[in-house]
Nanobody
Framework: QLVESGGGSVQAGGSLRLSCEGS????????MGWFRQAPGKEREGIAS????????YYADSVKGRFTISRDNTYSKLYLQMTDVKPEDTGMYYC??????????????????WGQGTQVTVS
């Protein structure tokens, strides 16, 4: 019900835009977020956006470089990545949650996951 796209290989300092499309029971009442899992590390939440007032939350590692946004008309979620670094390499997952908290989503709060899209920064 969540499908990511837009991953790929990019050079350090470059930009990349990830997209996620929701379907089925996932609607615009869900908190949406992006997680990533770097090689050999646990999955971590990096950005979240709430349904109505569009407040956004970021992990310190991406703050100022990544921007999360959503288009409720088309049930789409985006992650604009700029000034990427090799440490941004990993599998990126889209996530949806019915639990609201003024912070980046945590794994235990997620109701739905996408299948992931790989980002490689060299």
């Amino acid at each position: 019900q969540l499908v990511e796209s837009g991953g790929g290989s990019v050079q350090a300092g470059g930009s990349l835009r990830l997209s996620c499309e929701g379907s089925g029971s996932i609607n615009n009442n869900y908190v949406m977020g992006w997680f990533r899992q770097a090689p050999g590390k646990e999955r971590e939440g990096i950005a979240s956006i709430v349904p109505n007032d569009f407040d956004t939350y970021y992990a310190d590692s991406v703050k100022g470089r990544f921007t999360i946004s959503r288009d409720n008309t088309y049930s789409k979620l985006y992650l604009q990545m700029t000034d990427v670094k090799p440490e941004d390499t990993g599998m990126y997952y889209c996530a949806a949650s019915l639990q609201y908290a003024p912070a980046v989503l945590r794994e235990e709060e997620v109701n739905y996951w996408g299948q992931g899209t790989q980002v490689t920064v060299s």
